[in-house]
């Protein structure tokens, strides 16, 4: 069992490029997040989505995009890639709205130099 | 929107002894409080919830409790363990349908000395 996979685990950009982050989960989770943890600073909610073709903004979007074409996949772009984005990142899934037991991915680790 | 304090950013403890960590919480609409663990490089995963319906709740060694009236609740770990040690996030937000936002604390970095 799976859970929620996100690739790659590890990154390093420059300034400036753009990169994706993949996501997927094999869980059948309507809903699926991605977030932000900077150190000492907790998790930031960056997107999420509750289901297939619908997703928002959450605390921290900017710089950031996201799509849902499926209900396992929900990849996240950062385009024009800044020192300010360097952090890990965590993709996250649940069953249903808050209240609900998120799922979190192992986290991808990236650095914009 | 939602915020939560957390205290103590960091905390060590003997092997054995219990350990406590306080949230508060500002939106009294707030009805959900997760607590997660997250090992050094792993993922955060839950280890307890509490709603607001409840004024505690236990698993083996670990306790949450509630004051709805004051916005704050906290983590106890009895008789802890050097795999205790680890970083710990409360988080609130409002639970059921519509609800997406969990506001998570700072963390707290919990060290069990052998």
């Known amino acids: 069992n799976a859970g929620v996979t996100q690739t790659p685990k590890f990154r390093i950009l420059k300034i400036g490029q753009s990169m994706t982050l993949q996501c997927t989960q094999d869980?059948?989770?309507?809903?699926m997040y991605w977030y932000r943890q900077d150190p000492g600073m907790g998790l930031k909610l960056i997107y999420y989505?509750?289901?297939?073709?619908?997703?928002d903004k959450g605390e921290v979007p900017n710089g950031y995009n996201v799509s849902r074409s499926t209900t396992e996949d929900f990849p996240l772009r950062l385009e024009l890639a800044a020192p300010s984005q360097t952090s890990v990142y965590f993709c996250?899934?649940?069953?249903?709205?808050?209240?609900?037991?998120?799922?979190f991915g192992e986290g991808s680790w990236l650095t914009v130099v | 929107g939602e915020n939560v304090e957390q205290h103590p950013s960091t905390l060590s403890v003997q092997e054995g002894d219990s350990a406590v960590i306080k949230c508060t919480y500002s939106?009294?609409?707030?009805?959900?409080f997760p607590w997660y663990k997250q090992e050094l490089g792993k993922r955060p995963q839950l280890i307890i919830d509490?709603?607001?319906?409840?004024g505690e709740k236990k698993d083996q060694r670990i306790a949450v409790t509630l004051n709805k009236t004051a916005k704050h609740f906290s983590l106890h770990i009895t008789e802890t363990q050097p795999e205790d040690s680890a970083v710990y996030f409360c988080?609130?937000?409002?639970?059921?349908?519509?609800?997406?936002?969990?506001?998570f604390g700072k963390g707290t970095k919990l060290s069990v000395i052998p």
């Open positions: 996250a899934s649940s069953q249903g709205a808050s209240g609900n037991t998120i799922y």
């Open positions: 869980m059948n989770h309507n809903y």
């Open positions: 989505s509750v289901g297939a073709g619908i997703t």
């Open positions: 939106d009294s609409a707030s009805n959900y």
């Open positions: 509490i709603r607001s319906n409840v």
């Open positions: 988080a609130a937000s409002e639970s059921g349908a519509g609800s997406y936002q969990l506001t």
